[in-house]
């Protein structure tokens, strides 16, 4: 090929990935030409022999649009996003599930995202434009660790809910809860490492244990107790854990809660052991009653407990403000967090400490308690009516998932089963990704947290259909 | 203590760290009470106890407000940000200097951070606002990899500029380089793997190296020309290395420029080793000529390399808005994005969309090159003038920042000079940051990236008379 063939190759490329989609402007013969460091007539020998192929079309005064040719294919798009069978590879389904909750044409049980009506948006953005206006270039700025001030001082003060005492610096901010359990874990531990986890456990977690080269050791847990403090001795005993890892108040996917007797005695017993605790406390804020539970946090009295949060579930998932209480970790965190992402973005952290800095959130807290309540409710009873006799479902007494149990009988693997729901326009949860070892192949989880209403209320019954028909 | 001077000794602790400052309300009685399940009369009987140590005031009708005891010491504060003699930590002195940058008291030549008048923030302001009233909600959601299409596309686009030719596919977003660079090191090699990286190399990247486990082999590079092809095939000959990393366009911290042919020649021996390349890319767009030097990346014809970059030294450091181009490893760099951060800030990436959508960030690049042109060479005059006889510096032809070496026969050590420098008021880049094994003892890093003025000019004044006194 000479070099005008050469270039229009290129530019055919372009357009046909979508760099140019149909009808928008190519660059100008003089600018492709110092870009690509050819003559400009060069580019324009490239430029005719597109439109003669049909990629491109010339305009008088305007100059050349990219089009696509009427034999040729439509542009290739990413394929994950798209669905129908495929071999199952649970790291991709799980992103593959995040993405769905983005589609509207599908009913979304799947990924634990609230729906925008739950989320106090217009506050949210009433607070970023006082921010633009009131600090017009603090956003531009490199929010070093540990992250703004202002709201490490907002989440220091909310932490007295979950009877934490903590200052502004005992906070580091981080990219939402996931960086959080990722910082704790790189802190605590070393490839290789033995990390023990309530199973099922959040999805999340175990991926980030294992692309740390960790392992995980699942410990039995109650759907409405937590982890088994009992099961935890055992292993403990047998196994040389390097930490521990919970999901204290309201579990994903189970919606457990550990009363605050067994907190503290996991407290205690990991104290006593010297074995640092990482508590995910994500979900505390959503509780369906008045008092919201305590982290274990609150009975660490060394330092020894890492606790990771973020208001991804109750104000903003796409603000990405999340945070550690890292105790005597904090140097090693802050560093990680250096090292791994440098700095959060200023402007949220900012929106967020202003939003915070009144009565709005509580008030936001006593709307979406009852509203979860209420659809986790519905979809019960939703599920007694429609699915298989024998079905059995955990009772959150907060959050917005449910934790699904199909009869073992019915032989049914919800892998199966969730690609069939897909191809009828339903999303969930299949139970094995919630298992390093693939197990609960006859559970799911459900999120019910957006507005009820036929549509979802008819997506269970075929859903329920579809659970009894292996 | 019974049960009130518990709560008392809580809440004087929370007041001392600075939860409540003097002059802040503290919670009403009934609040505390139901957060801490004691009764009114305990929290009242608390209070009193606080008020009559001076820690409280109570204002009638108004509730109670904290304060600090006229023989109370000043509540603590993070000490990291403060200076003075320390023991010398290279990590801890990199977060330092980073958070140095937001000291208005220092003339700070230390890290390499635009001045905001160097950032176009009023239109990018404006392009922030554009998102917020267009697509309300957006912000909220998450933006899960590879991030959002929109801003993809621009960078597509814009890649040509550099000789490369993708699509938004090709590309992922992440949380700055910095993140870029983690999920390129994690993605190609595993702790214990070799990496080979130029000397002088950036802290962040040698640090990132270190901490994922990985050990760093200093290839000897040229201050005009980058990396040393010839000392790289001998290294290559001897050592398993895993993967590469290089700075290819205006390297931090010597500004160096790898030409179009060394290029070239890297990407073709690296491929016929297979052995991945990591491009870090971050200051090709300051390029002070006229023509924006190409990447590696348009000379990989098999995915090879992984080139990342960011608008960090371009657009907004704060907005947290970098990418990587991860060629072969793009579903692996995927997953480790997904459980490692889940998702980079929305409203960020699409107000980044929009000011890429026109002629602005052209305009905007015409403008600061020369600037940085401009300081540089006003930098290099000053040195000439006030430093040792005999002090050489580097000669970048793009980026702001210029690497110093003071005579090896001073035997004056820069960690030394720095603590001298920061007591006066400057602050720089220590030599010995930019090598594992600490070298570059007698040499610095001064970032030319502020507005040029007397006060600068004085600065580099004295810093040059420090230097000549051991």
Same mark, same amino acid.
């Given at each position: 090929?000479?070099?005008?063939?050469?270039?229009?190759?290129?530019?055919?490329?372009?357009?046909?990935?979508?760099?140019?989609?149909?009808?928008?402007?190519?660059?100008?013969?003089?600018?492709?030409?110092?870009?690509?460091?050819?003559?400009?007539?060069?580019?324009?020998?490239?430029?005719?022999?597109?439109?003669?192929?049909?990629?491109?079309?010339?305009?008088?005064?305007?100059?050349?649009?990219?089009?696509?040719?009427?034999?040729?294919?439509?542009?290739?798009?990413?394929?994950?996003?798209?669905?129908?069978?495929?071999?199952?590879?649970?790291?991709?389904?799980?992103?593959?599930?995040?993405?769905?909750?983005?589609?509207?044409?599908?009913?979304?049980?799947?990924?634990?995202?609230?729906?925008?009506?739950?989320?106090?948006?217009?506050?949210?953005?009433?607070?970023?434009?006082?921010?633009?206006?009131?600090?017009?270039?603090?956003?531009?700025?490199?929010?070093?660790?540990?992250?703004?001030? *202002?709201?490490?001082?907002?989440?220091?003060?909310?932490?007295?809910?979950?009877?934490?005492?903590?200052?502004?610096?005992?906070?580091?901010?981080?990219?939402?809860?996931?960086?959080?359990?990722?910082?704790?874990?790189?802190?605590?531990?070393?490839?290789?490492?033995?990390?023990?986890?309530?199973?099922?456990?959040?999805?999340?977690?175990?991926?980030?244990?294992?692309?740390?080269?960790?392992?995980?050791?699942? #410990?039995?847990?109650?759907?409405?107790?937590?982890?088994?403090?009992?099961?935890? #001795?055992?292993?403990?005993?047998?196994?040389?854990?390097? *930490?521990?890892?919970?999901?204290?108040?309201?579990?994903?996917?189970?919606?457990?809660?550990?009363?605050?007797?067994?907190?503290?005695?996991?407290?205690?017993?990991?104290?006593?052991?010297?074995?640092?605790?990482?508590?995910?406390?994500?979900?505390?804020?959503?509780?369906?009653?008045?008092?919201?539970?305590?982290?274990?946090?609150?009975?660490?009295?060394?330092?020894?407990?890492?606790?990771?949060?973020?208001?991804?579930?109750?104000?903003?998932?796409?603000?990405?403000?999340?945070?550690?209480?890292?105790?005597?970790?904090?140097?090693?965190?802050?560093?990680?967090?250096?090292?791994?992402?440098?700095?959060?973005?200023?402007?949220?952290?900012?929106?967020?400490?202003?939003?915070?800095?009144?009565?709005?959130?509580?008030?936001?807290?006593?709307?979406?308690?009852?509203?979860?309540?209420?659809?986790?409710?519905?979809?019960?009873?939703? #599920?007694?009516?429609?699915?298989?006799?024998?079905?059995?479902?955990?009772?959150?007494?907060?959050?917005?998932?449910?934790?699904?149990?199909?009869?073992?009988?019915?032989?049914?693997?919800?892998?199966?089963?969730?690609?069939?729901?897909?191809?009828?326009? #339903?999303?969930?949860?299949?139970?094995?990704?919630?298992?390093?070892?693939?197990?609960?192949?006859?559970?799911?989880?459900?999120?019910?947290?957006?507005?009820?209403?036929?549509?979802?209320?008819?997506?269970?019954?075929?859903?329920?259909?579809? *659970?009894?028909?292996?």
């Amino acid at each position: 090929m000479n070099l005008y063939e050469n270039l229009a190759t290129q530019l055919k490329d372009a357009i046909r990935q979508g760099t140019y989609p149909p009808g928008e402007k190519v660059p100008s013969v003089r600018r492709l030409s110092a870009q690509q460091r050819v003559s400009q007539a060069t580019v324009v020998a490239a430029y005719r022999l597109l439109e003669s192929h049909g990629w491109l079309e010339a305009r008088p005064q305007s100059g050349f649009f990219a089009r696509h040719p009427e034999s040729a294919p439509p542009p290739a798009r990413t394929s994950a996003a798209n669905d129908g069978p495929c071999a199952v590879d649970v790291t991709e389904l799980a992103v593959r599930l995040s993405r769905n909750t983005q589609r509207k044409d599908l009913v979304s049980f799947g990924a634990a995202v609230p729906h925008p009506d739950y989320l106090p948006l217009k506050d949210l953005r009433a607070s970023l434009n006082r921010c633009l206006r009131g600090q017009a270039d603090a956003g531009s700025r490199y929010s070093f660790p540990p992250g703004e001030e *202002a709201l490490r001082l907002r989440i220091a003060r909310r932490a007295a809910e979950s009877g934490c005492h903590l200052g502004p610096d005992d906070i580091v901010i981080t990219d939402g809860c996931q960086e959080a359990l990722n910082l704790a874990l790189r802190a605590v531990a070393r490839p290789g490492d033995i990390i023990a986890i309530e199973t099922p456990a959040f999805f999340g977690t175990l991926q980030a244990i294992e692309s740390l080269g960790m392992q995980a050791l699942e #410990i039995p847990s109650d759907p409405a107790t937590g982890l088994s403090l009992d099961a935890l #001795i055992l292993a403990l005993d047998r196994w040389p854990v390097k *930490a521990v890892v919970t999901v204290s108040n309201f579990s994903n996917p189970t919606g457990s809660l550990m009363p605050d007797a067994s907190k503290a005695r996991l407290a205690k017993l990991l104290a006593a052991r010297d074995i640092p605790l990482i508590e995910d406390d994500i979900y505390g804020d959503l509780v369906h009653g008045r008092e919201r539970p305590r982290a274990i946090k609150a009975y660490d009295r060394e330092g020894r407990v890492l606790l990771c949060s973020s208001f991804s579930k109750t104000i903003a998932p796409g603000y990405r403000v999340g945070w550690i209480v890292p105790g005597r970790w904090r140097q090693a965190v802050e560093h990680l967090k250096y090292v791994g992402t440098m700095a959060n973005a200023t402007l949220p952290q900012l929106a967020m400490a202003d939003y915070l800095a009144d009565s709005r959130y509580e008030r936001h807290l006593l709307r979406v308690r009852r509203t979860y309540a209420d659809n986790l409710a519905r979809m019960q009873a939703a #599920i007694s009516r429609y699915f298989p006799s024998g079905t059995r479902t955990s009772h959150p007494l907060g959050g917005f998932v449910l934790w699904v149990e199909l009869p073992e009988a019915l032989g049914m693997d919800t892998m199966v089963l969730h690609e069939r729901a897909l191809a009828a326009g #339903i999303s969930f949860t299949p139970g094995r990704l919630f298992s390093p070892q693939g197990r609960y192949g006859n559970c799911l989880r459900l999120a019910a947290a957006m507005p009820w209403d036929s549509r979802v209320e008819g997506a269970l019954a075929v859903l329920g259909g579809m *659970a009894a028909r292996r």
